[in-house]
């Protein structure tokens, strides 16, 4: 059965203070892992999505890299509009997404 | 560019009673799915269409149907409302449904109360 966990469920980071968020997971047949953006009242927005153990994608103060069992969403000095809760997802044989609870991060000027 | 486009954005019903949520999809996508979000959860996957069928379902009761119109857009219909009900219901469309390279986008959900 597919599973995706996610640590920590909140973080709390002073505005430049760099960190990183981990999303394990357990699926037959990796077809990606995708992490998304949530802010309150708003649907998931797109970020990233990774195939393989080993690939990497940036896009401004975020990195999403890959291993076999897991996931990192790495954030360098933050600022408070990153404030949101960050979810991961993977999709395995079946063509859904598989949700993480997501983690709340919370960047404080 | 228009996005995934969910109404409404809030309802209240009471237990028992039917509700009908609608979705238009992005631009150029063909696949819908539903999705669950109770508060403090991530999405739960309800069910997902594409060219006018059921393609996969998730783990929720038949009190929960869908429909797919010939421009793509989705309907999902609960029956017989309960309080567990409650969540945002959120939308999401793609082109084809799995294809490699291809997310979902996320309407902003509709946020369904039952009293």
């Known amino acids: 059965e597919d599973q995706v966990t996610q640590s920590p469920e909140a973080l709390r980071l002073q505005e430049g203070e760099s960190s990183s968020l981990n999303c394990s997971y357990t699926v037959s047949g990796l077809r990606g892992l995708f992490w998304y953006r949530q802010d309150p009242g708003k649907g998931p927005e797109f970020l990233f999505t990774l195939y393989s153990a080993g690939e990497e994608k940036e896009k401004e103060r975020l990195k999403a890299t890959l291993t076999k069992k897991e996931s990192f969403l790495h954030i360098t000095a933050p600022k408070p509009e990153d404030s949101a809760t960050y979810l991961c997802?993977?999709?395995?044989?079946?063509?859904?997404?598989?949700f993480g609870t997501g983690t709340r991060l919370t960047v404080i000027p | 560019d228009a996005g995934v486009t969910q109404s409404p954005t809030h309802l209240i019903k009471t237990r028992g009673q039917q509700v009908t949520l609608r979705c238009s999809p992005k631009?150029?996508?063909?696949?819908v799915s539903w999705y669950q979000q109770a508060l403090g959860q991530g999405p739960q996957f309800i069910f997902q269409?594409?060219?006018?069928?059921?393609?996969q379902r998730g783990n929720f009761p038949d009190r929960f149907s869908g429909h797919q119109f010939p421009n793509y857009s989705s309907e999902l219909n609960v029956n017989a409302l309960l309080l567990g009900d409650s969540a945002l219901y959120l939308c999401?469309?793609?082109?084809?449904?799995?294809?490699?390279?291809?997310?979902?986008?996320f309407g902003d959900g509709t946020r369904l109360s039952i009293l």
């Open positions: 997802a993977v999709r395995g044989g079946a063509n859904n997404l598989f």
């Open positions: 999401a469309s793609s082109l084809g449904p799995g294809a490699r390279n291809q997310p979902q986008h």
């Open positions: 631009s150029g996508h063909d696949t």
């Open positions: 269409y594409y060219e006018e069928e059921e393609r």
